[in-house]
């Protein structure tokens, strides 16, 4: 299986999201001379629920776990921000609190920040940044989707499904033959549904037996009958 891009596993990183690379060179350069680099620990939060958005973050080393707050106090994992992903552009600009809590989920996380002032003064003066920002916020936006898309009642497993479509999507890595690798725990993937771990765990026995994924240590293998069987679904 070719790992080169995966996201959560040991051997790779990749994100949909924002990143640097959808800016032009020079605005790394300006971001570092201009910015200010901290290093974060583990379980630190770079970013709070409800807390005012006081900068542009760009995670240059390590990653972070997203997780949303819902009304009723519910938190709910929404996925990960990758090495090289910018955070932060939306509120910054429009002066919102922020929606997530970012916290760090690798040993450490360095952080690039750079201030609204900042960051007006990179769009003026950097040929391209705007643009960039735009495509990149246009994938972001995306992913809300996904998200809305989990929250809607139905059953477990349908929400399980919508889980493991979105993951797998952003965060996997697909094999020759079709199968994608998933390095999440049977937790995060109940903290993506808001359910309980051992209900969680039965689902997947439920789709194991169907052949639809495979469990391993440390990672989940979703297999080509489950993304053959959604297909079938959306054509009806």
Do not use: C
Not at 35 to 59: C, D, F, K, N
Not at 192 to 211: I, T
Request: avoid cysteine; aromatic fraction near 6%.
């Amino acid at each position: 299986m070719n790992r080169t891009n995966a996201a959560l596993s040991p051997l790779g990183i990749q994100s949909i999201g924002p990143t640097v690379g959808d800016l032009p060179a020079e605005a790394q350069a300006f971001m570092l001379r201009r910015g200010s680099v901290r290093t974060w620990r583990h379980g630190e939060a770079v970013q709070e629920h409800l807390v005012p958005v006081r900068h542009m973050s760009w995670i240059k080393a390590g990653r972070l776990r997203s997780t949303l707050t819902q009304s009723d106090g519910v938190v709910q994992s929404v996925g990960w921000v990758m090495q090289s992903e910018l955070i932060g552009m939306a509120g910054l600009l429009t002066g919102t609190p922020s929606r997530v809590t970012l916290r760090v989920d690798t040993a450490t996380a360095t952080v690039v920040q750079i201030d609204r002032a900042t960051l007006e003064d990179l769009i003026n003066q950097v040929a391209g940044v705007g643009l960039g920002i735009a495509v990149g916020m246009s994938r972001r936006q995306d992913q809300l989707f996904d998200i809305i898309d989990v929250g809607r009642p139905r059953l477990l497993i349908e929400k399980l499904r919508a889980v493991l479509v979105w993951w797998t999507r952003n965060f996997g890595v697909t094999a020759l033959d079709g199968s994608v690798e998933l390095w999440v725990s049977q937790s995060d993937l109940a903290d993506g549904v808001g359910a309980s771990r051992q209900r969680v765990h039965s689902e997947l026995k439920r789709l194991q037996d169907m052949q639809e994924v495979e469990l391993a240590y440390r990672k989940l293998i979703v297999r080509p009958l489950f993304f053959r069987k959604l297909k079938e679904v959306d054509q009806l």
